[in-house]
């Protein structure tokens, strides 16, 4: 048996919640392919953060980088500020841990109500970068006080950095063999990506099989929801990532669906797998979150670990699932439970 030693941070709310089926999906799978998972349970979390005053300790990023993944279910809660909670643990694993891919697969799966759920053929990915640009720390408050208050934010654009997510985003393209559109807003204004697009022009050259173009990221949001059929591989800086993904995800269905993979490509360091939704306060310690996000991450991690047979049998699972009896959770319009979803997901593992 091939054995996996695994970082299990479930974080805050929901996250609890949904990280439990995804582990135990990975292990009725695992047992079927001869791989076994150790998981090493971290607390860290808001709840931590009140009552040690960090979300990690000090060592924290020491303690998971010789993990061969992360698992993550979700950081924040009411009452930790958001640049506490997420730069005092989501944003410095991304950055220190280089996992400078965040990829967002976002499909149309049979069986899940939504305002596309008829659309043909939605099957794209956005593959966000993840650690620069408008999430950089660069600026300043000046004024402070006065009528003429004023800040100055800095997106951070480098050109290694620029480089090799697109570099990702191109050789992505060339094996799905369709085609690249690069999201920006360069027509005019003086805040926008001009630099981004040189470098798309750029790489673009090295990649001369991959048809690609660049659409402003306001006409394209429009797009994805008239037409998102039309799309393949989108490559994006961190917040414009960030907005498309969440936008993407609603169109096929909810964000309790969507998965994601911070990917360290050149492997120095573990990647983390986490859903793209957050906490949610709202429907916390009720155990009705739907835990599909969480398992399809799982299904990717087990890509990432080189089980693509693995992962097509949790994919094929849940896919099942939903195409084959109306068990729904509540997001979805269904009454089921965290737990009688995830049975049956754990029924059919194997059968798909
Ligand atoms: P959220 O994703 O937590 O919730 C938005 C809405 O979607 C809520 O109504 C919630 O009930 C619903 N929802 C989300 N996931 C669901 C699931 N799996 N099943 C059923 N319903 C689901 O977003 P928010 O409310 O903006 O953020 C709450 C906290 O989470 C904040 O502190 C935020 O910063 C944090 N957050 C963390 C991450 C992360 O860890 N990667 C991502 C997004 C938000
Ligand atoms: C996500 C989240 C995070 C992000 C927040 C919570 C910092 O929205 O993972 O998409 O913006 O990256
Ligand atoms: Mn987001």
């Not at 989501?90 to 996992?99: C, G, K, S, T």
């Not at 001369?208 to 929801?225: C, F, N, S, T, Y």
């Not at 990647?271 to 009720?286: K, N, R, T």
């Not at 979805?332 to 049956?344: I, Q, R, V």
Request: aromatic content about 8%.
């Amino acid at each position: 048996t091939k054995r996996y030693r695994i970082a299990l941070v479930p974080g805050d709310g929901i996250g609890r919640e949904v990280l439990p089926p995804a582990c135990a999906v990975l292990d009725a799978v695992g047992a079927r392919h001869g791989i076994g998972f150790d998981y090493d349970p971290f607390d860290w979390s808001c709840e931590r953060y009140a009552a040690e005053g960090a979300m990690m300790p000090a060592d924290g990023l020491d303690r998971i980088r010789h993990h061969d993944a992360i698992l993550l279910g979700a950081v924040g809660w009411p009452g930790t500020p958001d640049h506490v909670s997420l730069w005092g643990l989501l944003i410095p694993v991304r950055r220190r841990f280089r996992q400078y891919v965040n990829l967002r697969p976002i499909r149309i799966l049979d069986g899940v109500p939504g305002p596309l759920a008829n659309a043909p053929d939605v099957d794209f990915v956005v593959v966000r970068e993840n650690v620069e640009g408008e999430y950089s720390e660069v600026g300043g408050r000046l004024n402070r006080g006065f009528p003429d208050e004023m800040a100055i934010q800095e997106a951070v654009f480098t050109r290694p950095g620029v480089e090799r997510v697109l570099e990702y985003a191109f050789t992505l393209a060339g094996r799905r063999g369709k085609d690249l559109v690069s999201a920006t807003k360069s027509n005019g204004i003086v805040h926008t990506m001009p630099f981004w697009d040189e470098l798309v022009a750029e790489r673009a050259t090295r990649h001369p099989g991959v048809a690609w173009r660049q659409e402003h990221i306001d006409a394209l949001v429009a797009k994805i929801v008239l037409d998102p059929g039309r799309f393949d591989v989108i490559v994006a800086s961190n917040l414009f990532g960030d907005i498309l993904s969440d936008l993407a995800a609603a169109v096929a269905g909810g964000i309790g669906i969507a998965p994601a993979a911070n990917l360290n490509p050149e492997r120095d360091f573990p990647s983390m797998f986490e859903p793209v939704h957050g906490s949610a306060p709202d429907i916390a310690g009720q155990g009705v979150a739907n835990p599909l996000g969480a398992i399809w991450c799982a299904s990717m991690m087990l890509d990432h670990l080189g089980h693509p047979e693995a992962a097509a049998e949790v994919y094929g699972s849940f896919t099942h699932v939903l195409a084959t009896t109306p068990v729904r959770t509540r997001d979805l319009g269904g009454t089921a439970s965290t737990k009688e979803f995830t049975d049956l997901v754990l029924d059919a593992i194997g059968h798909w």
